[in-house]
């Protein structure tokens, strides 16, 4: 008996329209989330997934590199923050230092990080993230962006005129369940981010094995829709006594299952795609995109993530090398994009070992 059979129909009928670029609707999208893992047909959407990516990006590895200013017990609660009050993680607060902030950003900037992203607890005084946008420009030449709380367009146009270039923003999902915030105001908000002329930055997160395939491919398309730079998915990280615990967490094969029709998803929208760890996997489904972390993170039950989970930039680059992506290039989000993807871009074979 042979193992090799030709693909379910309606998964190439879905991958022949993909292939134009031109995106898949919310019924293709879900029908791609239910397949078996392991089915032929999945290693097909992940396969043209990574050859839509690499000869869209041109075979550039992107890194973001975040940077979390502030530790608090957050009042607003999301069930899936290590850093909310109720989690009882983070009982005192506190700033990183100038001089701790300035280590880390020319860090990334020596490191080839692609973007600063300065992420902030809901209720940190927006004119000092103003203050560190403007000090920062003027030392570093990485692009900054501002993961903050939901902003008005005197907001938005102020981040432009203190130095920001972008700000990530998502639709979560169990928004308003798992947290105080309605989706129409995040929705808001990102419309905010694009009329005053911010990349809007979006991931599919948090995901956990709670949420069902409808759900996560209606924020597949909003990303779309609504123009993201990148989008991509992470999935949630259950700190100890998480209130989402028990639910578990998904692999990271089904993240970069999810990553790929994401990608298909997006069509010829995204500048970049990402994922949450950084992983390997996802990195032959699609994404491109990495957040080696410092600072605070809602993932981590250590004040500052890079003496935690968070990966560094040396790691995060090595681990794009291996997978045949090139973060040395310069960053399709804030640039030029690569018009089309060199042999070596395309699947590199080798690289010289270098971080």
């Not at 996560?216 to 209130?243: C, D, H, K, Q």
Request: hydrophobic residues 40%; proline residues 5%.
């Amino acid at each position: 008996m042979s193992l090799w059979k030709p693909l379910d129909p309606n998964v190439a009928e879905i991958l022949n329209k993909a292939q134009d670029m031109a995106g898949i609707s919310l019924e293709e999208s879900v029908y791609l989330l239910r397949l078996d893992l392991c089915s032929p047909e999945v290693y097909a959407v992940m396969s043209l997934a990574n050859r839509m990516s690499r000869e869209s990006f041109g075979g550039k590895g992107e890194l973001h590199f975040h940077i979390g200013l502030n530790v608090e017990g957050c009042s607003f609660n999301c069930k899936f923050c290590s850093l909310a009050k109720q989690a009882e993680i983070f009982k005192d607060s506190h700033e990183f230092s100038e001089e701790q902030l300035l280590a880390w950003a020319k860090q990334g900037q020596e490191q080839g990080a692609d973007a600063l992203n300065l992420m902030t607890t809901g209720r940190y005084p927006f004119e000092r993230l103003l203050e560190l946008g403007s000090w920062l420009r003027r030392e570093v030449r990485v692009p900054l962006v501002a993961n903050t709380r939901d902003i008005n367009h005197q907001e938005g146009e102020a981040l432009l005129a203190h130095g920001f270039q972008g700000f990530y923003h998502a639709v979560r999902l169990g928004e308003g369940v798992d947290t105080p915030f309605a989706v129409e105001k995040r929705i808001q908000t990102i419309k905010v981010i694009t009329d005053v002329g911010l990349e809007w930055m979006n991931c599919i997160e948090p995901v956990g094995p709670e949420h069902q395939p409808e759900e996560i491919a209606r924020l597949m398309l909003l990303a779309r829709e609504m123009g993201a730079t990148y989008s991509g998915v992470m999935r949630r990280i259950n700190f100890p006594g998480s209130p989402l615990g028990h639910h578990g967490m998904i692999t990271e094969l089904e993240m970069a299952r999810m990553v790929a029709v994401s990608r298909l998803a997006m069509g010829d929208v995204a500048k970049a795609h990402c994922t949450h760890e950084p992983n390997a996997a996802a990195l032959l489904a699609g994404a491109n995109l990495f957040f080696p972390e410092v600072g605070s993170s809602p993932r981590d039950a250590q004040s500052d993530t890079g003496k935690g989970r968070g990966q560094n930039l040396a790691d995060c680059a090595r681990m794009q090398r291996e997978m045949g992506w090139d973060p040395s290039l310069p960053s399709n989000c804030f640039g030029q994009p690569q018009s089309a993807a060199t042999e070596s871009g395309l699947c590199s074979t080798h690289y010289h070992g270098l971080p």
